[in-house]
């Protein structure tokens, strides 16, 4: 099993121009999530997807920021325009609904904004 | 470490003592808790977990004490081992169907050779 596999490990980008992170969950997991993780802030919960259908993503901080998850094996979260703030770290983690409130997480997208 | 930064609280022991991590949560409707262990530069994983219908649970090396009288939860590590040493995260789930996990800020340990 190769685990919840994120890309690109980092990103380095200048102000304005768009960025995509990746995420292929675990096979069989059915449930993925993206969360953000800065000094300040800590983990936040950006958003969740249940059997590829958004259920909440209020944790999304602008329009700036969208997530898509076209089929169970791929999800992405974009960012454009990028800001020196969304220099974080990219998580994503998945599980299995129904069996297991425990997400495995990713390496994680380390992205920074200049 | 790569993960998070230099406003965590710190614990720092000695190698072979055990180590008290320690939690507080903040919504009483939570039903569900987690500690998980992260390691620089890498993403969390997975500990120990308990529900609110129990107090302790044990895994190897690992004790997890749930006090929802004061909303507080801690992770007991025996023996604690350099290997140990990472920011130790709690994570609480609200009593409704959904899956979402919140985070608390995090505890660094770091174990004395």
């Known amino acids: 099993d190769a685990g919840v596999i994120q890309s690109p490990r980092h990103e380095v980008t200048e102000m304005g121009q768009e960025v995509t992170l990746r995420c292929k969950p675990i096979?069989?997991?059915?449930?993925l999530f993206w969360y953000r993780q800065t000094m300040m802030r800590g983990l936040e919960l950006l958003i969740y997807?249940?059997?590829?259908?958004?259920?909440?993503d209020s944790g999304m901080p602008e329009d700036r920021f969208s997530a898509k998850m076209p089929n169970a094996s791929f999800s992405t979260l974009k960012i454009q325009p990028s800001e020196p703030r969304d220099s974080a770290v990219y998580f994503c983690?998945?599980?299995?609904?129904?069996?297991?409130?425990?997400?495995?997480f990713g390496s994680g997208t380390r992205l920074t904004v200049v | 470490g790569e993960s998070v930064g230099l406003h965590l609280p710190t614990l720092s022991v000695q190698e072979g003592d055990n180590s008290i991590i320690n939690c507080a949560y903040s919504?009483?409707?939570?039903?569900?808790f987690i500690w998980y262990k992260q390691e620089s530069g890498k993403g969390p994983q997975f500990i120990i977990d308990?529900?609110?219908?129990?107090d302790k649970r044990q895994g190897q090396r690992v004790t997890v004490l749930l006090n929802k009288t004061v909303k507080h939860l801690s992770l007991q590590i025996a023996a604690t081992q350099p290997g140990d040493s990472a920011v130790y995260f709690c994570?609480?789930?609200?009593?409704?169907?959904?899956?979402?996990?919140?985070f608390g800020s995090g505890t660094r340990l770091l174990v004395r050779p």
């Open positions: 983690a998945s599980t299995v609904r129904g069996r297991s409130y425990s997400y495995t």
């Open positions: 919504n009483s409707a939570s039903d569900y």
């Open positions: 994570a609480e789930k609200n009593g409704d169907s959904s899956y979402k996990l919140i």
């Open positions: 308990i529900r609110s219908n129990m």
């Open positions: 997807f249940n059997n590829n259908v958004p259920i909440d």
């Open positions: 096979s069989g997991h059915n449930s």
